[in-house]
């Protein structure tokens, strides 16, 4: 299924090595943007929620993208926020969300 599991071979093919490089720095700055929110969170719950929503986020990706170039068995996890599927984009958007209420609260005052 290229436009669900295998989309990073599609997105590699047609916009080569350069392309597959900008994507993965684009994973690269969603995942340190989450972390750099754990790591400000004003509270701990805030900072370990976050941190699960990254780690969520970081082994999609690295599965997704292993499984593409033949390092893992397929196994059916879509590459977040670029494979097709109605159930995954909604869970992101949830844990995208959770991950901004988090950065927003971060300057609240008792």
């Known amino acids: ?3 669900t599991d295998f989309v990073f071979s599609v997105w590699a093919e047609e916009w080569g090595f350069a392309g597959s490089v900008f994507l993965l720095l684009l994973y690269l700055f969603l ?5 750099n929110i754990a790591r400000n969170s004003k509270d701990k719950f805030g900072a370990i929620l976050a941190l699960g ?5 970081f082994w999609q990706v690295i599965i997704n993208i292993s499984m593409t170039i033949g390092l893992l068995p397929v196994v059916g996890i879509p590459l977040i926020l670029f494979s097709y599927g109605g159930s995954s ?3 992101t958007m949830i844990g995208m969300g959770l991950l901004m209420n988090i950065s927003m609260r971060r300057f609240m005052f008792h």
Do not use: R
Not at 31 to 35: A, D, K, M, P, Q
Not at 53 to 57: A, G, L, Q, T, Y
């Open 31 to 35: 995942i340190l943007w989450g972390i």
């Open 89 to 91: 984009i909604i869970s």
């Open 53 to 57: 929503i990254v780690i969520i986020i």
């Open 1 to 3: 299924e290229q436009h």
